[in-house]
């Protein structure tokens, strides 16, 4: 297997709000994304909204945020046990979810993707379980994970591939169980250690246009590439604050160029990688 090496291009420091904005109203141009080279664009502010609270538009700790194909924005309101639909310059639509273990209900949602089809997925970390919604909020399904054997694990990135399956990150338990997009169980890799294929609590996931699968290997400080079957395929990063080292690396994802970029969260940054050919 051909191995694959990464450069650093670029270390931000994390402004929330900036970058939820500007991903949200696609202000981020996308030759800058692709480029391999410095980006010396300079970015503004587009918008905030929300406060803390319970009523609409309001949030208490939101954590997860996904978008769909008609830029409609879904934030994981976690402590209002609920998900909020809204415009993507931040005017309420629709609401759901309500504190419980039933349907549609929560105890501590966290991560929320959306497939091709528009179908919203959420981990709840508490109630062990996906949950699998309309775009309007009418609840379709939900699993846990007792096929994968993993009753007691705690879900926490969640992402969709070409095909529709869903790849979940237990952390807790360092593995990555793969389902269809009904919930049947079809894989899952991983266990705790340092080697290949092996985490000390998974986080994040991102994939790419190949469905090729990123994990951020939380506490071995590094990145993690797979295939869609869960073939090892490369890793990179070690502890540390130097270009390429990490401290607590939680979110990923990836642009249409196959640009890496990470959430280096205890170095309060944002990591860029880009392969090089």
């Given at each position: 297997?051909?191995?694959?090496?990464?450069?650093?291009?670029?270390?931000?420091?994390?402004?929330?709000?900036?970058?939820?904005?500007?991903?949200?109203?696609?202000?981020?141009?996308?030759?800058?994304?692709?480029?391999?080279?410095?980006?010396?664009?300079?970015?503004?502010?587009?918008?905030?909204?929300?406060?803390?609270?319970?009523?609409?538009?309001?949030?208490?700790?939101?954590?997860?945020?996904?978008?769909?194909?008609?830029?409609?924005?879904?934030?994981?309101?976690?402590?209002?046990?609920?998900?909020?639909?809204?415009?993507?310059?931040?005017?309420?639509?629709?609401?759901?979810?309500?504190?419980?273990?039933?349907?549609?209900?929560?105890?501590?949602?966290?991560?929320?993707?959306?497939?091709?089809?528009?179908?919203?997925?959420i981990t709840d970390?508490?109630?062990?379980?996906?949950?699998?919604?309309?775009?309007?909020?009418?609840?379709?399904?939900?699993?846990?994970?007792?096929?994968?054997?993993?009753?007691?694990?705690?879900?926490?990135?969640?992402?969709?591939?070409?095909?529709?399956?869903?790849?979940?990150?237990?952390?807790?338990?360092?593995?990555?169980?793969?389902?269809?997009?009904?919930?049947?169980?079809?894989?899952?890799?991983?266990?705790?250690?340092?080697?290949?294929?092996?985490?000390?609590?998974?986080?994040?996931?991102?994939?790419?246009?190949?469905?090729?699968?990123?994990?951020?290997?939380?506490?071995?400080?590094?990145?993690?590439?797979?295939?869609?079957?869960?073939?090892?395929?490369?890793?990179?990063?070690?502890?540390?604050?130097?270009?390429?080292?990490?401290?607590?690396?939680?979110?990923?994802?990836?642009?249409?160029?196959?640009?890496?970029?990470?959430?280096?969260?205890?170095?309060?940054?944002?990591?860029?990688?880009a392969i090089v050919?």
């Open positions: 297997m051909h191995e694959m090496c990464y450069m650093r291009i670029k270390t931000v420091s994390i402004v929330t709000l900036v970058t939820f904005a500007l991903i949200l109203m696609g202000s981020v141009n996308g030759n800058a994304l692709g480029s391999t080279q410095q980006d010396n664009n300079r970015y503004s502010l587009v918008a905030i909204w929300g406060t803390e609270g319970t009523g609409d538009g309001e949030f208490a700790e939101p954590h997860g945020v996904a978008v769909d194909s008609s830029d409609n924005v879904y934030v994981v309101d976690t402590k209002n046990f609920r998900v909020q639909k809204l415009t993507s310059d931040g005017k309420f639509i629709t609401q759901w979810g309500t504190e419980g273990t039933g349907n549609g209900e929560f105890k501590k949602p966290h991560s929320i993707a959306v497939d091709s089809s528009n179908y919203i997925y970390e508490d109630n062990k379980n996906v949950q699998k919604y309309t775009s309007d909020g009418e609840f379709v399904t939900q699993w846990g994970f007792e096929a994968a054997g993993d009753e007691t694990g705690e879900p926490h990135g969640i992402e969709i591939d070409s095909s529709g399956n869903v790849y979940v990150a237990i952390r807790d338990n360092s593995k990555i169980l793969k389902y269809t997009s009904d919930g049947k169980f079809i894989k899952q890799w991983g266990s705790e250690g340092t080697g290949d294929g092996e985490f000390d609590r998974t986080h994040g996931i991102a994939i790419d246009s190949a469905d090729n699968v990123y994990l951020s290997d939380m506490g071995n400080f590094r990145v993690q590439k797979f295939d869609s079957n869960g073939n090892f395929i490369t890793k990179w990063g070690s502890e540390g604050t130097g270009e390429g080292q990490f401290n607590i690396p939680e979110g990923i994802d990836i642009d249409s160029s196959g640009n890496v970029y990470v959430a280096d969260t205890h170095n309060s940054r944002i990591q860029k990688f050919k």
